[in-house]
């Protein structure tokens, strides 16, 4: 299927292109990308276009929802700011399966706490997070990383959340569900028992951007929110 057909555009202007990823598709290039055969957003919107793209944030490539691409230098240093500055903000929704402790080693300490999962109960997970080879762990020598989390209720046998990562550390919100007893459905990698949608997708999308606190956004062409 070619870029043209399966590209899935939500917002675009002369500084900025919107789309919805698709699981299982990279954002932009590995760094092995001569001998990385996977699909690529990145590049297949350039081809698109024709044009160069700047990548402004990326999902990782068993996450699904919005990215944010600029199409000239002087919009991405612009937003390569709000991003930095945290005014623009991100909003996820994701399944898990219910609290449970049993894949994370006893020896690892966690806050093994069982919590009172009401509708709409908002919870703040802090720690610090430190990237792996593979994953992201708790170390004394990571970044300080701050999520929302607020439970909206269930959704079938799972549990459904939107998570607000204030910070954007590797892998943040699939490692704190994890952490917390409630890994994402699919992500095996963090703790699921069960697959979601094929072994490159996991129940995680980026379904809202908010630029309402971005200082020019409006200037640059932008909605407030862009939502899927």
């Not at 402790?101 to 430190?130: G, N």
């Not at 959704?155 to 550390?169: A, N």
């Not at 699939?174 to 990698?189: A, M, T, Y």
């Amino acid at each position: 299927m070619s870029a043209s057909t399966d590209l899935q555009i939500v917002f675009e202007n002369e500084h900025f292109v919107v789309c919805d990823k698709q699981a299982g598709v990279l954002s932009t290039p590995s760094r092995h990308e001569d001998e990385d055969n996977r699909r690529c957003l990145g590049r297949e919107l350039e081809t698109h276009l024709g044009i160069q793209i700047f990548p402004v944030h990326r999902l990782d490539f068993e996450v699904s929802g919005l990215v944010l691409y600029a199409k000239n230098a002087e919009a991405h240093r612009k937003s390569n700011g709000w991003f930095e500055n945290k005014t623009v903000s991100k909003t996820y929704s994701a399944l898990s399966t219910g609290q449970e402790f049993s894949h994370i080693p006893v020896d690892i300490k966690v806050p093994r706490k069982i919590l009172d999962l009401e509708m709409d109960a908002r919870f703040e997970w802090k720690c610090s997070i430190l990237r792996g080879k593979r994953r992201s762990y708790e170390s004394p020598h990571g970044k300080p990383s701050l999520t929302i989390a607020t439970y909206k209720g269930r959704e079938g046998k799972y549990h459904s959340w939107y998570l607000e990562p204030v910070t954007g550390r590797p892998h943040q919100l699939r490692f704190e569900l994890s952490r917390h007893g409630f890994p994402i459905v699919g992500d095996k990698l963090y703790g699921s028992r069960e697959d979601y949608k094929g072994a490159d997708t996991i129940a995680l999308r980026a379904f809202k951007i908010d630029f309402t606190n971005a200082p020019g956004a409006k200037d640059f062409g932008l909605p407030q929110i862009i939502e899927i």
